[in-house]
């Protein structure tokens, strides 16, 4: 018994630092970020650094004055309509993916999956030339098409581990009762996916905010997004730290928000997806 | 065919990524066999000129060392990193609050990610690499020394991508019966018994997984480099991706670019193929 409780003590000592300095590792640079967000220009670059001090919110302001906003909206727009582009394209191939037999199943599962692995620099020049040559260069519509490419397989392969847990009896029950396939998915199975669909959606959001690379080649003044805004404020050679702290803070605000309500279902989505 | 619903719910999705990744990709093939140099006129057939040219070109042999050096460092601190995090949250009394903690580097942008290190490591303003690296005797600008900014960058990433391998372990870790923990048990199995005969052999699928799709992302690393280093100093930090955006929007080759991707195709392709045929037969 002593043995026992000996163990367990030491296992949970070791545990707990573990868990300690793991949060610390994970928690400071977002801390630290905070902090600078609130701080005057010269307080952000002082050290040794203040831990004291008056909190200054004019960072914030300041992205209302230097144009911002804009990136914000254009960011909204190309994230929710790439939600509802990939939700309304993945949730019926997703279904009819997890009803099928056989080769076709095979192959088109592993067409998906080996999309999902594609370089991204591999379709970023074609599709520059491509947007280029048909005038969709620096719009909303082009970053958000091209982000199909990283959202779409993803939610269909979380979405067919799902519906499988689904029984095939469900469908067979609607179809005696005279439903078609459009009605079986709208009215029998999404009514019992949907708080899968939610965080299915919360991820494609979070995948298609947080974009950088598609969102830099594909957009110039006009489309440009949140992430494309920090790295040029990054870039420029006056460094105004505090800015780019309150823009990255903001940025980071929707993700947070919705991990906040949603964390359990991206555990288990992101996580049983990756297994199975 | 036509008749069936499936075919339906299927085809709009095969066109969508049809337009937007099969199409691309077969163009690109065609692309890295062609003379385009955006600033000169005429885009003509080249053979396989522009991979002569990559393979003889210093850029593309430094860039191989680096992204090779990158990837081996991030991606072996992450396993062991993950798997560590993994086994001490993996137990039925632990937070999801805790968890969620744990997974909220995930779904900050990289860039604000890059940004945010950049700043911490500074030699001259940055709380770590100004304050907490003097106070314990390293007086080093990091992200201006080749090793540093390369080493800079795999912490940055480390932080940054960890999380998603503590996930894809956890769920692996969880689906673990207790029994067999249980059955080893009562034979008196020690701690590290059941470690290397039962947890590591059970997780064999999963790591492997984890690791394909951490190659992956590695090999598309591109905007946290680009804000902490830009490929610096010198070419100590240029990855394959950096490479081929600086080769085809800086030097408007985007033949020789095109060349580029095909290799990170190629590279791809051996890396999955290569985990596939070792581990995941019969998934």
Redesign the interface.
């Known amino acids: 018994m002593a043995r026992k409780l000996g163990?367990t003590l030491s296992d949970d000592l070791g545990?707990w630092t573990?868990?300690t300095l793991?949060?610390i590792?994970?928690?400071?640079?977002?801390v630290?970020?905070a902090i600078?967000s609130v701080k005057t220009r010269n307080a952000?670059?002082?050290?040794?650094?203040e831990f004291i001090f008056t909190p200054d919110f004019s960072a914030y302001a300041r992205i209302m004055s230097g144009g911002f906003l804009g990136a914000f909206q254009n960011s909204l727009i190309i994230a929710l309509s790439n939600v509802v582009?990939t939700l309304?394209?993945?949730v019926?191939?997703a279904?009819?993916?997890t009803?099928?037999h056989g080769k076709v199943q095979e192959n088109?599962s592993f067409w998906?999956l080996?999309?999902r692995?594609?370089?991204?620099?591999?379709?970023?020049?074609?599709?520059y030339?491509?947007f280029k040559s048909i005038g969709l260069l620096d719009t909303p519509i082009a970053v958000s098409?091209?982000h199909?490419?990283l959202t779409?397989?993803l939610a269909?392969w979380m979405l067919v581990t799902y519906f499988r847990s689904i029984p095939v009896d469900l469908d067979h029950a609607a179809r005696l009762d005279g439903a078609?396939?459009?009605q079986i998915?709208w009215l029998v199975i999404i009514p019992i996916a949907r708080p899968m669909l939610a965080s299915v959606a919360i991820i494609v959001f979070?995948f298609s905010?947080?974009e950088?690379?598609l969102a830099?080649?594909l957009t110039s003044r006009n489309a440009q997004t949140?992430?494309?805004a920090?790295?040029s404020l990054?870039?420029t050679m006056s460094f105004d730290?505090p800015l780019?702290?309150a823009v990255?803070v903001a940025?980071?605000l929707p993700?947070?928000i919705?991990?906040?309500f949603a964390?359990?279902h991206?555990?288990?989505g992101?996580?049983?997806g990756?297994?199975k | 065919m036509v008749k069936d619903w499936r075919f339906w719910f299927v085809i709009p999705t095969v066109l969508a990524l049809g337009t937007v990744v099969a199409f691309p990709t077969g163009f690109l093939l065609w692309m890295s066999t062609a003379h385009w140099v955006v600033t000169e006129p005429g885009v003509y057939f080249n053979g396989a000129q522009n991979f002569q040219t990559l393979f003889a070109s210093s850029a593309f042999l430094s860039a191989t060392g680096v992204t090779l050096a990158y990837l081996t460092l991030s991606t072996a601190i992450m396993v062991v990193l993950a798997f560590a995090f993994a086994l001490a949250l993996a137990g039925p009394h632990s937070s999801g609050l805790l968890r969620a903690l744990m997974i909220t580097p995930l779904v900050i942008p990289p860039v604000v990610v890059g940004f945010t290190w950049r700043f911490l490591l500074n030699g001259e303003i940055g709380f770590i690499g100004a304050y907490l690296l003097p106070a314990i005797g390293i007086e080093a600008n990091l992200l201006a020394e080749p090793l540093g900014a390369l080493f800079s960058i795999v912490i940055a990433d480390v932080w940054s991508r960890t999380p998603f391998m503590f996930l894809i372990f956890l769920a692996a870790l969880q689906s673990i019966p207790r029994d067999y923990y249980e059955a080893i048990r009562l034979d008196g199995a020690k701690r590290f018994h059941e470690f290397f005969l039962i947890t590591l052999p059970m997780m064999k699928g999963a790591i492997s997984v984890a690791i394909l799709f951490r190659v992956i992302d590695a090999l598309n690393t591109f905007e946290l480099i680009y804000v902490m280093t830009k490929g610096g100093p010198g070419r100590s930090t240029q990855t394959y991706s950096l490479l081929g955006w600086k080769t085809a929007f800086q030097g408007f080759d985007f033949g020789a670019a095109a060349a580029l991707g095909v290799v990170m195709i190629v590279v791809t392709t051996i890396v999955a193929l290569a985990v596939f045929r070792r581990f995941m037969r019969g998934v």
């Not at chain 1, 590792?25 to 977002?30: E, K, Q, S």
């Open positions: 163990r545990r573990l868990i793991a949060l590792f994970v928690l400071l640079p977002i630290w970020l600078a952000a670059l002082a050290i040794p650094p582009l309304v394209l993945g019926p191939a279904f009819a993916l009803r099928m088109l998906l080996s999309i692995m594609a370089p991204l620099f591999a379709v970023i020049l074609p599709l030339v491509l098409l091209a199909l490419t779409l397989p269909i078609n396939a459009m998915l979070i905010w947080n950088f690379l830099f080649i949140v992430p494309v920090v790295a990054a870039g730290w780019i702290a990255s940025s980071m993700a947070l919705f991990v906040g964390q359990r991206i555990v288990s992101l996580g049983s990756a297994v």
